[in-house]
T-cell receptor, first 114, second 109 residues
Framework: EAEVAQSPRYKITEKSQAVAFWCDPISGHATLYWYRQILGQGPELLVQFQDESVVDDSQLPKDRFSAERLKGVDSTLKIQPAELGDSAMYLC????????????FGNGTRLTVT | DAKTTQPNSMESNEEEPVHLPCNHSTISGTDYIHWYRQLPSQGPEYVIHGLTSNVNNRMASLAIAEDRKSSTLILHRATLRDAAVYYCILRDRGNKLVFGAGTILRVKS
């Protein structure tokens, strides 16, 4: 079964440094999501793409976070500068278009900011 | 976003059925009820979804109350591999999936 690929699996960075995460969705999935999950909590949506366009970034801290999906396929989420509170799991998901298409999640990137 | 209420945790014995409850008293007519689960160190995994009628698939069954203000996810025979956090989510037409804290399911052998 096709999977959502994410890299790196783990990332340790010092505060004030820049960090980037990469996601390759399932082929043919037009909708791509980035979620952040703090330990012990449910995932929180950061940004949603439909093809290359952002359709929801209301919860994205835009002063330090940016996301792009230039060709409507893979996507990059960047944090600059990283802060201690950004330590979390960053999850990417993709789905077919359609109101109830299931989301397929990758296994995430675990970020630790020191 | 309409909210759901789930117990913080539940425990089950292996090979026995598990009924995971979810309350959603403010559900709107267009909200679908979705269930996802998250195994340790993995991303969430889709389980099942429904609108009004009960639904079955290879993983679980979803029983929806007639007034749609509550639902129950049924695992017919729990295994150790079913130990996970189970999320009950109302999904609106905007496609947005908003996760709560979920229910931690522990399965005893």
């Amino acid at each position: 079964e096709a999977e959502v690929a994410q890299s790196p699996r783990y990332k340790i960075t010092e505060k004030s440094q820049a960090v980037a995460f990469w996601c390759d969705p399932i082929s043919g999935h037009a909708t791509l999501y980035w979620y952040r999950q703090i330990l012990g909590q449910g995932p929180e949506l950061l940004v949603q793409f439909q093809d290359e366009s952002v359709v929801d970034d209301s919860q994205l801290p835009k002063d330090r976070f940016s996301a792009e999906r230039l060709k409507g396929v893979d996507s990059t989420l960047k944090i600059q500068p990283a802060e201690l509170g950004d330590s979390a799991m960053y999850l990417c998901a993709s789905s077919l278009s359609g109101a109830n298409s299931p989301l397929h999640f990758g296994n995430g990137t675990r970020l630790t900011v020191t | 976003d309409a909210k759901t209420t789930q117990p913080n945790s539940m425990e089950s014995n292996e090979e026995e059925p598990v009924h995971l409850p979810c309350n959603h008293s403010t559900i709107s007519g267009t909200d679908y009820i979705h269930w996802y689960r998250q195994l340790p160190s993995q991303g969430p995994e889709y389980v099942i979804h429904g609108l009004t009628s009960n639904v079955n698939n290879r993983m679980a069954s979803l029983a929806i109350a007639e007034d749609r203000k509550s639902s129950t996810l049924i695992l017919h025979r729990a295994t150790l591999r079913d130990a996970a956090v189970y999320y009950c989510i109302l999904r609106d037409r905007g496609n947005k999936l908003v996760f709560g804290a979920g229910t931690i399911l522990r399965v005893k052998s």
